[in-house]
């Protein structure tokens, strides 16, 4: 049995590359479906369709726990699969199974709380506000996941979603930097302007723009704090593991990489990220 990671592309090896960091004697599939991708720009139903497809795929694989290492998948087919799927599929493949997200982590460590926490409203006047930027694709940010689930915990934390449609595309046909600076510069501006000033802090809500962080740092006032998803991800799946031992996860260390589009070596791009070369088997 293994941890299964699950994007579009290729944007979810950063947290699949902190969760084998985290669990490095457990195996692992990674499934990029980048027939499929970018989702970002997809009805909501195409989204489902396509999460629960990459994710029977991973449980075929031997997958026991499936992390959608996307935020589009999460913010919009996680609740839905959790309800009316996983509960099937287990009984289907006669093990515990479960799909997991990525964004209930993000918020934890934007707001310091855990998820279970909601603020009670008195009415006080909240004397400071800071102010969180999101840089999402158009799905997650008319989702408003962010927007609902941090003002239920802080009502001192304003937050502001800046879609950024195509630019997950671009970072997985490993387009130049200086392209990737300009889209970049555009939308950190552009989050500016509508907010009047920078945000105080910044999350990078699609798993592709962490492979470009440091462009997004470098548009941002110095300084400004960028939460990172892989960590708060291994954080979140760490104490998961620790309450429910039930799933058989396999500890040989092994690591498969499939994909549903152009089978093997990766871009130069993924390959510096990744720190060698990456080659994907057909899915």
């Known amino acids: 049995m293994a941890?299964?990671?699950?994007?579009?592309?290729?944007?979810?090896?950063?947290?699949?590359?902190?969760?084998t960091r985290r669990f490095p004697d457990k195996d692992f599939v990674y499934l990029a479906d980048q027939a499929n991708a970018p989702i970002g720009s997809k009805t909501g139903e195409e989204i489902v369709e396509i999460t629960r497809n990459g994710c029977e795929r991973l449980f075929e694989a031997g997958a026991s726990v499936v992390v959608l290492a996307c935020?589009?998948?999460?913010?919009?087919?996680?609740?839905?699969?959790?309800?009316?799927?996983?509960?099937?599929?287990?009984?289907?493949h006669g093990r515990p199974l479960n799909v997991l997200g990525i964004i209930v982590p993000t918020i934890e460590a934007a707001t310091g709380l855990p998820w279970t926490y909601e603020a009670e409203r008195r009415g006080d006047k909240v004397e400071a506000i800071d102010i969180t930027g999101v840089f999402c694709t158009?799905?997650?940010?008319?989702?408003?996941?962010?927007?609902?689930?941090?003002?239920?915990?802080?009502?001192?934390?304003?937050?502001?979603?800046?879609?950024?449609?195509?630019?997950?595309?671009?970072?997985?046909?490993?387009a130049p930097a200086e392209e990737l600076t300009l889209v970049i510069g555009d939308h950190v501006d552009a989050l500016r302007r509508r907010i009047g000033r920078h945000p105080d802090k910044a999350i990078l809500g699609c798993t592709h723009y962490e492979i470009v962080a440091d462009i997004f740092a470098k548009h941002l006032p110095e300084g400004t704090p960028l939460i990172h998803q892989p960590t708060a991800v291994a954080d979140s799946l760490e104490r998961y593991f620790e309450r429910h031992p039930e799933y058989a996860l396999g500890d040989s260390g092994q690591r498969t990489f499939l994909t549903t589009g152009k089978t093997g070596p990766q871009s130069d791009m993924v390959s510096q990220f990744w720190g060698e070369p990456l080659s994907f088997e057909a899915a």
């Open 138 to 174: 158009a799905a997650t940010a008319i989702s408003r996941v962010y927007e609902i689930e941090i003002d239920k915990r802080r009502e001192d934390l304003a937050v502001f979603s800046e879609p950024c449609p195509g630019l997950a595309g671009l970072i997985e046909l490993g």
């Open 3 to 19: 941890i299964g990671v699950f994007d579009s592309g290729v944007g979810g090896l950063t947290v699949h590359r902190e969760l």
């Open 71 to 92: 935020n589009t998948a999460s913010a919009v087919a996680l609740r839905r699969l959790q309800q009316t799927w996983v509960p099937e599929a287990s009984k289907r």
